[in-house]
């Protein structure tokens, strides 16, 4: 059964999901004027399909190391189905690579509980959101996290305060000296166009009105059921899950903000979302309820390719 499967971190079930994800990906490609004879075309998606496998490995690398699931591959699987459902997600280079950027930036705020290096920690998280903020103007509100994970790991000084500024306001500035020298500062300005889209009609559709309904049930329940269990508990990912809760209210809000709305702009829910629930399902004591959400993500995954 497929909660068996992934109940552990095995070569084969890296294997296994790096395949589905090539699945999805060469669909994705063929559905979306497929360039049959282009060779530069087969070696764009090729170098951009490496980097998906990229982020696959950098996600696992922070779920592991911060220890923000057990040893499954469960997280890792529901992110593959989250992209395979919503495929938008895949094709929008601007906002895949802010969120690959932003990855980097994510790699450095979980472990500021350890107290090692804190003051680097705050400005690498700091700079790489403001390189994923010239790609995606919308990402430098993730600056926010930093902070409120330094109000919950408790590591709040003045310095620390100002490191953050600091650390984002540097690429910005290299990429606006650039950008001057070179007389081109009315494309610096434009990466800071704050466009706000509160128009959700492109949801009205089956293809996004099942799989979010899906997906808010799911976060909304694993959220419900898990938050008083592990709050109560005194270990680290106490302070972790409160990290990512607010992560998942920030995602959310530039979700809601974002002028685009086809569903590529949902990518920024991913890390949050997919740990959250896959805590849920290696939490879950019945196997069979295990493997009826897994094959409920899968089903939706592929039927909104029929929709």
């Known amino acids: ?52 496998i990229l982020f696959l490995l950098i996600f696992k690398f922070i779920i592991k190391k911060n220890k923000l699931t ?27 690579f802010s969120n690959l950027i932003l990855l980097l930036s994510i790699r450095k705020i979980y472990p500021l509980r350890s107290g090692i290096n804190t003051k680097l920690k705050l400005f690498d998280a700091a700079f790489w959101i403001g390189i994923s903020t010239l790609l ?3 990402s430098i509100f993730y600056i926010f996290l930093i902070y409120v994970a330094m109000l919950i790991y408790k590591k709040v000084s003045l ?28 494309i610096f300005y434009d990466r800071f166009n704050y466009n706000i889209s509160l128009n959700f009609e492109a949801y009205n559709s089956l293809k996004f009105i099942i799989p979010i309904s899906f997906l808010v049930i799911m ?3 694993s959220l419900v059921i ?27 809000l530039i979700v809601i903000m974002s002028p685009i709305k ?26 069979i309820l295990k493997n009826v959400l897994l094959y409920l993500f899968l089903i939706l995954s592929i039927s909104v390719y029929f929709l």
């Open 70 to 96: 057990k040893d499954n591959s469960y997280a890792l699987l529901l992110v593959v189905l989250f992209l395979g459902t919503f495929s938008e997600a895949i094709f929008s280079n601007p906002i895949f």
């Open 136 to 138: 995606y103007s919308w």
């Open 159 to 186: 310095k620390n305060l100002l490191i953050p500024i600091i650390g984002l306001v540097t690429p910005l500035f290299i990429y606006g000296t650039y950008c001057f020298y070179f007389d081109k500062l009315p």
């Open 1 to 52: 059964m497929i909660a068996n499967f992934f109940n552990k971190t095995k070569p084969v079930t890296v294997f296994t999901i790096v395949l589905l994800l090539f699945l999805y990906y060469s669909f994705g490609c063929i559905k979306n004027n497929f360039e049959f004879f282009s060779v530069i075309y087969f070696i764009k998606k090729t170098v951009i399909f490496s980097l998906f």
């Open 219 to 221: 976060l909304l329940g």
């Open 226 to 252: 898990l938050t008083p269990k592990i709050v109560t508990i005194s270990n680290n990912l106490k302070f972790s899950w409160n990290v990512l809760i607010n992560h998942l209210l920030i995602s959310i």
């Open 262 to 287: 086809n569903g590529s702009e949902l990518f920024f829910i991913i890390f949050p979302a997919t740990i959250i629930i896959a805590n849920f399902i290696q939490k879950t004591e019945s196997v």
